[in-house]
Protein backbone atom coordinates (compact mmCIF):
# COMPACT_ATOMS: atom_id res chain seq x y z
CA UNK A 1 0.00 0.00 0.00
CA UNK A 2 2.96 2.24 0.40
CA UNK A 3 3.29 2.81 -3.09
CA UNK A 4 0.17 4.66 -3.58
CA UNK A 5 0.98 6.96 -0.67
CA UNK A 6 3.00 8.96 -2.64
CA UNK A 7 3.33 10.73 -5.67
CA UNK A 8 6.25 11.55 -8.37
CA UNK A 9 6.28 14.73 -9.28
CA UNK A 10 8.39 15.46 -12.56
CA UNK A 11 5.98 18.13 -14.93
CA UNK A 12 7.95 19.70 -17.80
CA UNK A 13 9.47 22.58 -16.38
CA UNK A 14 9.06 24.81 -19.62
CA UNK A 15 6.85 25.50 -21.97
CA UNK A 16 8.02 24.12 -25.42
CA UNK A 17 5.67 25.48 -27.62
CA UNK A 18 6.12 29.07 -25.95
CA UNK A 19 9.52 28.99 -25.82
CA UNK A 20 10.11 27.89 -29.37
CA UNK A 21 7.92 30.64 -30.49
CA UNK A 22 9.32 33.46 -28.72
CA UNK A 23 13.03 31.22 -29.39
CA UNK A 24 13.33 31.98 -25.10
CA UNK A 25 13.40 28.95 -22.41
CA UNK A 26 9.70 30.08 -20.77
CA UNK A 27 9.36 28.72 -16.97
CA UNK A 28 6.27 27.84 -15.23
CA UNK A 29 8.07 30.35 -12.45
CA UNK A 30 7.98 32.94 -15.18
CA UNK A 31 4.31 32.30 -16.67
CA UNK A 32 2.88 32.43 -13.05
CA UNK A 33 4.52 35.44 -12.29
CA UNK A 34 3.24 37.14 -15.34
CA UNK A 35 0.12 35.88 -15.33
CA UNK A 36 -0.33 37.10 -11.55
CA UNK A 37 0.19 40.65 -13.01
CA UNK A 38 -2.04 40.35 -15.62
CA UNK A 39 -4.86 39.29 -13.86
CA UNK A 40 -4.20 41.29 -10.72
CA UNK A 41 -4.05 44.57 -13.21
CA UNK A 42 -7.57 43.86 -13.97
CA UNK A 43 -8.31 43.64 -10.52
CA UNK A 44 -7.25 46.52 -9.70
CA UNK A 45 -9.08 48.20 -12.66
CA UNK A 46 -12.14 47.08 -10.63
CA UNK A 47 -11.21 48.36 -7.67
CA UNK A 48 -10.78 51.98 -8.97
CA UNK A 49 -13.97 52.05 -10.91
CA UNK A 50 -15.98 51.08 -8.05
CA UNK A 51 -14.20 52.94 -5.48
CA UNK A 52 -14.66 56.41 -8.15
CA UNK A 53 -10.74 56.84 -8.34
CA UNK A 54 -9.11 56.97 -11.49
CA UNK A 55 -8.53 53.87 -14.00
CA UNK A 56 -6.28 55.34 -15.69
CA UNK A 57 -3.67 55.26 -12.64
CA UNK A 58 -3.48 51.64 -12.75
CA UNK A 59 -1.64 51.62 -15.55
CA UNK A 60 1.34 53.71 -13.55
CA UNK A 61 0.34 51.75 -10.12
CA UNK A 62 1.06 48.50 -12.07
CA UNK A 63 4.71 49.48 -13.21
CA UNK A 64 5.66 50.65 -9.61
CA UNK A 65 4.60 46.83 -8.31
CA UNK A 66 6.60 45.40 -11.41
CA UNK A 67 9.77 47.35 -10.51
CA UNK A 68 9.26 47.12 -7.00
CA UNK A 69 8.04 43.44 -6.66
CA UNK A 70 11.40 42.26 -8.96
CA UNK A 71 13.94 45.26 -7.56
CA UNK A 72 13.04 44.68 -3.81
CA UNK A 73 12.63 40.58 -4.14
CA UNK A 74 16.33 40.22 -5.42
CA UNK A 75 17.73 42.64 -3.67
CA UNK A 76 16.06 41.13 -0.71
CA UNK A 77 17.58 37.15 -1.43
CA UNK A 78 20.90 38.66 -1.92
CA UNK A 79 20.90 40.79 1.82
CA UNK A 80 18.60 38.38 3.41
CA UNK A 81 20.50 35.05 2.36
CA UNK A 82 23.72 35.81 -0.17
CA UNK A 83 25.16 38.65 1.88
CA UNK A 84 28.64 37.64 1.35
CA UNK A 85 28.85 37.11 -1.86
CA UNK A 86 27.78 40.50 -2.19
CA UNK A 87 30.30 41.64 -0.41
CA UNK A 88 33.04 39.39 -2.39
CA UNK A 89 31.19 40.15 -5.56
CA UNK A 90 28.70 43.29 -5.99
CA UNK A 91 27.58 42.88 -9.32
CA UNK A 92 26.02 39.13 -8.53
CA UNK A 93 23.18 41.39 -7.59
CA UNK A 94 22.07 41.93 -11.27
CA UNK A 95 22.71 38.00 -11.78
CA UNK A 96 18.64 37.81 -11.67
CA UNK A 97 19.05 35.00 -14.57
CA UNK A 98 20.73 32.99 -11.89
CA UNK A 99 18.17 32.27 -9.79
CA UNK A 100 17.07 34.02 -6.01
CA UNK A 101 14.13 36.13 -5.50
CA UNK A 102 12.64 36.85 -1.49
CA UNK A 103 8.93 37.18 -0.71
CA UNK A 104 9.96 39.41 2.34
CA UNK A 105 12.37 41.60 0.04
CA UNK A 106 9.67 41.99 -2.50
CA UNK A 107 7.00 43.03 0.44
CA UNK A 108 9.30 45.39 1.49
CA UNK A 109 10.22 46.98 -1.95
CA UNK A 110 6.11 47.28 -2.73
CA UNK A 111 5.74 48.99 0.80
CA UNK A 112 8.37 51.69 -0.51
CA UNK A 113 7.35 51.93 -3.81
CA UNK A 114 3.73 52.74 -2.54
CA UNK A 115 5.11 54.71 -0.24
CA UNK A 116 6.08 56.89 -3.29
CA UNK A 117 3.08 56.12 -5.73
CA UNK A 118 0.49 57.70 -2.92
CA UNK A 119 2.71 60.62 -2.15
CA UNK A 120 1.92 62.44 -5.69
CA UNK A 121 -2.28 61.89 -5.24
CA UNK A 122 -4.46 63.00 -2.93
CA UNK A 123 -7.31 60.70 -3.71
CA UNK A 124 -5.83 57.81 -2.66
CA UNK A 125 -3.82 57.59 0.88
CA UNK A 126 -1.27 55.41 1.70
CA UNK A 127 -3.51 52.79 3.68
CA UNK A 128 -6.21 53.28 1.18
CA UNK A 129 -4.18 51.91 -1.94
CA UNK A 130 -2.84 49.37 0.69
CA UNK A 131 -5.93 47.68 1.20
CA UNK A 132 -6.50 46.66 -2.33
CA UNK A 133 -3.14 45.92 -3.17
CA UNK A 134 -2.57 43.12 -0.41
CA UNK A 135 -5.66 41.43 -2.03
CA UNK A 136 -4.01 41.30 -5.79
CA UNK A 137 -0.77 40.13 -4.03
CA UNK A 138 -1.97 37.73 -2.20
CA UNK A 139 -3.49 36.18 -5.70
CA UNK A 140 -0.43 36.80 -7.13
CA UNK A 141 1.34 35.01 -4.27
CA UNK A 142 -0.88 31.81 -5.00
CA UNK A 143 0.71 31.85 -8.62
CA UNK A 144 4.21 32.00 -8.13
CA UNK A 145 4.18 29.37 -5.35
CA UNK A 146 2.55 26.88 -7.75
CA UNK A 147 4.72 27.71 -9.99
CA UNK A 148 7.63 26.96 -7.38
CA UNK A 149 5.94 23.54 -7.16
CA UNK A 150 5.67 23.01 -11.19
CA UNK A 151 9.46 23.69 -11.22
CA UNK A 152 10.43 21.42 -7.95
CA UNK A 153 11.48 25.02 -6.54
CA UNK A 154 11.50 25.66 -2.46
CA UNK A 155 11.13 22.05 -1.15
CA UNK A 156 9.43 20.84 1.66
CA UNK A 157 11.16 18.94 4.57
CA UNK A 158 10.90 14.61 3.95
CA UNK A 159 7.49 13.84 5.45
CA UNK A 160 9.03 10.81 7.50
CA UNK A 161 6.13 8.82 6.18
CA UNK A 162 5.13 6.87 3.21
CA UNK A 163 3.02 9.83 2.02
CA UNK A 164 4.35 13.20 0.15
CA UNK A 165 5.61 14.21 -3.16
CA UNK A 166 8.98 12.67 -5.02
CA UNK A 167 10.52 15.53 -6.43
CA UNK A 168 12.23 13.37 -9.21
CA UNK A 169 12.59 16.34 -11.63
CA UNK A 170 16.89 16.65 -10.31
CA UNK A 171 17.60 12.78 -11.20
CA UNK A 172 16.45 13.53 -14.61
CA UNK A 173 18.32 17.26 -15.12
CA UNK A 174 21.30 15.40 -13.34
CA UNK A 175 21.70 12.29 -16.43
CA UNK A 176 20.78 14.30 -19.18
CA UNK A 177 23.80 17.08 -17.57
CA UNK A 178 26.38 14.03 -18.83
CA UNK A 179 24.97 14.00 -22.33
CA UNK A 180 25.29 18.06 -22.96
CA UNK A 181 25.46 17.35 -26.74
CA UNK A 182 22.51 14.97 -26.72
CA UNK A 183 24.19 11.96 -28.13
CA UNK A 184 22.81 9.19 -26.13
CA UNK A 185 19.28 9.87 -24.81
CA UNK A 186 16.31 10.00 -26.35
CA UNK A 187 14.15 10.36 -22.97
CA UNK A 188 14.72 10.30 -19.72
CA UNK A 189 11.70 10.22 -17.65
CA UNK A 190 10.85 9.15 -14.04
CA UNK A 191 7.57 7.83 -13.05
CA UNK A 192 6.16 5.80 -9.88
CA UNK A 193 7.00 1.77 -9.89
CA UNK A 194 4.26 -0.72 -10.81
CA UNK A 195 3.55 -2.99 -7.75
CA UNK A 196 5.24 -5.64 -9.81
CA UNK A 197 8.57 -3.37 -10.34
CA UNK A 198 8.52 -2.27 -6.64
CA UNK A 199 8.01 -6.44 -5.23
CA UNK A 200 11.03 -7.09 -2.93
CA UNK A 201 12.07 -3.57 -2.31
CA UNK A 202 11.26 -1.56 1.01
CA UNK A 203 10.27 2.06 0.45
CA UNK A 204 8.60 4.33 -1.93
CA UNK A 205 10.12 3.00 -5.27
CA UNK A 206 10.33 5.22 -8.56
CA UNK A 207 11.34 4.29 -11.94
CA UNK A 208 13.77 6.21 -14.26
CA UNK A 209 13.24 5.29 -17.61
CA UNK A 210 15.77 5.98 -20.58
CA UNK A 211 15.35 5.53 -23.92
CA UNK A 212 18.69 5.63 -26.01
CA UNK A 213 19.08 7.08 -29.59
CA UNK A 214 18.42 4.41 -32.24
CA UNK A 215 22.18 5.05 -33.57
CA UNK A 216 23.24 3.06 -30.13
CA UNK A 217 23.30 -0.37 -30.95
CA UNK A 218 26.03 -2.18 -29.20
CA UNK A 219 24.51 -3.70 -25.54
CA UNK A 220 28.15 -3.68 -24.18
CA UNK A 221 28.49 0.04 -24.67
CA UNK A 222 25.28 1.13 -23.10
CA UNK A 223 25.79 -0.60 -19.75
CA UNK A 224 28.89 0.52 -19.59
CA UNK A 225 27.39 4.46 -19.79
CA UNK A 226 24.77 2.91 -17.31
CA UNK A 227 27.00 1.13 -14.56
CA UNK A 228 29.92 4.10 -14.79
CA UNK A 229 28.02 7.20 -16.30
CA UNK A 230 24.55 7.21 -15.01
CA UNK A 231 25.25 5.57 -11.93
CA UNK A 232 27.59 8.10 -11.06
CA UNK A 233 24.97 10.67 -12.02
CA UNK A 234 22.37 9.23 -9.36
CA UNK A 235 24.73 9.30 -6.88
CA UNK A 236 25.25 13.56 -6.69
CA UNK A 237 24.55 14.44 -3.57
CA UNK A 238 21.71 16.61 -4.96
CA UNK A 239 20.09 13.88 -6.23
CA UNK A 240 20.18 11.46 -3.48
CA UNK A 241 18.30 13.98 -1.02
CA UNK A 242 15.31 13.39 -3.41
CA UNK A 243 15.99 9.60 -5.08
CA UNK A 244 18.69 7.39 -4.46
CA UNK A 245 19.83 3.94 -5.56
CA UNK A 246 18.78 1.12 -3.30
CA UNK A 247 22.17 0.31 -1.66
CA UNK A 248 24.18 2.38 -3.45
CA UNK A 249 24.16 -0.16 -6.18
CA UNK A 250 22.30 0.52 -9.58
CA UNK A 251 20.23 -2.33 -10.93
CA UNK A 252 18.28 -2.35 -14.25
CA UNK A 253 16.53 -3.99 -17.41
CA UNK A 254 17.40 -3.32 -20.46
CA UNK A 255 15.21 -4.39 -23.51
CA UNK A 256 15.50 -3.82 -27.06
CA UNK A 257 11.63 -1.93 -28.40
CA UNK A 258 11.82 -0.79 -32.01
CA UNK A 259 15.18 -0.70 -32.99
CA UNK A 260 16.28 1.56 -29.51
CA UNK A 261 17.39 0.27 -25.82
CA UNK A 262 15.15 0.92 -23.18
CA UNK A 263 16.64 0.77 -19.42
CA UNK A 264 14.38 0.88 -16.37
CA UNK A 265 16.23 1.47 -12.79
CA UNK A 266 14.45 1.29 -10.00
CA UNK A 267 15.49 4.45 -7.30
CA UNK A 268 14.03 4.83 -3.81
CA UNK A 269 11.74 7.56 -3.69
CA UNK A 270 12.06 10.33 -0.46
CA UNK A 271 8.64 11.72 -0.05
CA UNK A 272 8.81 15.48 0.86
CA UNK A 273 5.98 18.31 1.66
CA UNK A 274 4.20 19.99 -0.92
CA UNK A 275 5.01 23.33 0.95
CA UNK A 276 4.83 25.52 -2.41
CA UNK A 277 1.52 24.00 -2.65
CA UNK A 278 0.45 24.39 1.22
CA UNK A 279 1.25 28.26 0.90
CA UNK A 280 -0.28 28.65 -2.51
CA UNK A 281 -3.57 27.01 -0.79
CA UNK A 282 -3.42 29.42 2.21
CA UNK A 283 -3.00 32.42 -0.13
CA UNK A 284 -5.98 31.94 -2.06
CA UNK A 285 -7.98 31.97 0.97
CA UNK A 286 -6.23 35.15 2.13
CA UNK A 287 -7.05 36.46 -1.50
CA UNK A 288 -10.89 35.53 -0.94
CA UNK A 289 -11.14 36.54 2.17
CA UNK A 290 -9.90 40.05 1.87
CA UNK A 291 -11.86 40.89 -1.48
CA UNK A 292 -14.89 39.46 0.20
CA UNK A 293 -14.06 42.18 3.12
CA UNK A 294 -13.78 44.62 0.56
CA UNK A 295 -16.97 44.10 -1.22
CA UNK A 296 -18.83 44.37 2.06
CA UNK A 297 -17.08 45.91 4.71
CA UNK A 298 -15.09 48.41 3.12
CA UNK A 299 -16.99 51.46 3.56
CA UNK A 300 -16.84 50.53 7.53
CA UNK A 301 -13.64 49.72 7.60
CA UNK A 302 -10.92 52.56 8.25
CA UNK A 303 -8.09 52.99 5.93
CA UNK A 304 -5.40 50.21 6.75
CA UNK A 305 -7.65 47.44 8.27
CA UNK A 306 -7.39 44.96 5.23
CA UNK A 307 -3.74 45.86 5.29
CA UNK A 308 -2.76 45.06 8.64
CA UNK A 309 -5.16 41.76 8.47
CA UNK A 310 -3.29 40.49 5.55
CA UNK A 311 0.30 41.08 7.64
CA UNK A 312 -0.92 39.28 10.54
CA UNK A 313 -2.61 36.82 8.90
CA UNK A 314 -0.24 36.16 5.80
CA UNK A 315 2.97 35.92 7.50
CA UNK A 316 1.66 34.22 10.77
CA UNK A 317 0.81 31.63 8.09
CA UNK A 318 4.51 31.72 6.42
CA UNK A 319 5.77 31.40 9.54
CA UNK A 320 4.33 27.93 10.12
CA UNK A 321 4.56 26.96 6.79
CA UNK A 322 8.41 27.77 6.84
CA UNK A 323 9.14 24.61 9.83
CA UNK A 324 7.87 22.18 6.62
CA UNK A 325 10.32 23.93 4.28
CA UNK A 326 14.23 23.36 4.00
CA UNK A 327 16.51 25.75 4.77
CA UNK A 328 17.30 27.89 1.71
CA UNK A 329 20.92 28.28 2.78
CA UNK A 330 23.01 26.83 4.69
CA UNK A 331 23.65 29.23 7.44
CA UNK A 332 20.07 28.84 8.63
CA UNK A 333 21.18 25.36 10.16
CA UNK A 334 22.49 26.63 12.53
CA UNK A 335 19.67 28.91 13.77
CA UNK A 336 16.78 28.40 16.10
CA UNK A 337 14.35 30.03 13.33
CA UNK A 338 15.06 30.36 9.45
CA UNK A 339 15.50 33.53 7.78
CA UNK A 340 12.16 33.03 6.10
CA UNK A 341 10.67 32.80 9.96
CA UNK A 342 13.00 35.48 11.70
CA UNK A 343 11.37 38.36 8.60
CA UNK A 344 8.56 37.22 9.24
CA UNK A 345 7.80 38.31 12.77
CA UNK A 346 8.08 41.55 12.76
CA UNK A 347 5.88 41.92 9.49
CA UNK A 348 2.63 40.30 11.98
CA UNK A 349 3.54 42.95 14.44
CA UNK A 350 3.49 45.83 12.20
CA UNK A 351 0.33 44.45 11.14
CA UNK A 352 -1.06 44.14 15.19
CA UNK A 353 0.67 47.74 15.99
CA UNK A 354 -1.31 48.92 13.01
CA UNK A 355 -4.41 47.45 13.69
CA UNK A 356 -4.11 48.93 17.35
CA UNK A 357 -3.53 52.49 15.59
CA UNK A 358 -6.25 52.73 13.25
CA UNK A 359 -9.01 51.58 15.72
CA UNK A 360 -7.37 53.89 18.46
CA UNK A 361 -7.78 57.33 16.18
CA UNK A 362 -11.38 58.82 17.67
CA UNK A 363 -10.93 60.92 14.23
CA UNK A 364 -10.11 58.12 12.03
CA UNK A 365 -13.75 57.34 10.09
CA UNK A 366 -14.33 55.40 6.57
CA UNK A 367 -13.63 58.46 3.92
CA UNK A 368 -16.06 55.76 1.34
CA UNK A 369 -19.42 57.01 -0.17
CA UNK A 370 -21.21 54.34 -0.91
CA UNK A 371 -21.59 54.15 -4.78
Known amino acids: ?199 GLDGQVVMLDIVFLPQLKDRNSIERILQNNIKAALTYPGVEEQVYLPDGKINYTLASEGGQFKASIPMMGVPRHPAQLYESFYCILIFLFLFWLWKTKRHRLPEGHIFALFLIILFSLRFVDEFFKENQEAFEDSLALNMGQILSIPLVLAGIAILIFIHRKKDNKPREVEA
Open 1 to 199: MHQLAFIVWDPIPELPYIAEWLNWPVRWYGLMFVLGFLVSQQIMFYFFNKDGRPVKDVETLTVYMIFATIIGARLGHMFFYDFDRVLEEPLSIFYIHQGGLASHGGAIGILFALWLYARSRKDQSYFWILDRIVIVVALVGALIRFGNFVNSEILGKPTGTDSGVVFAHVAEQTVYGIDPNQEAFETVEARKATSEEAA
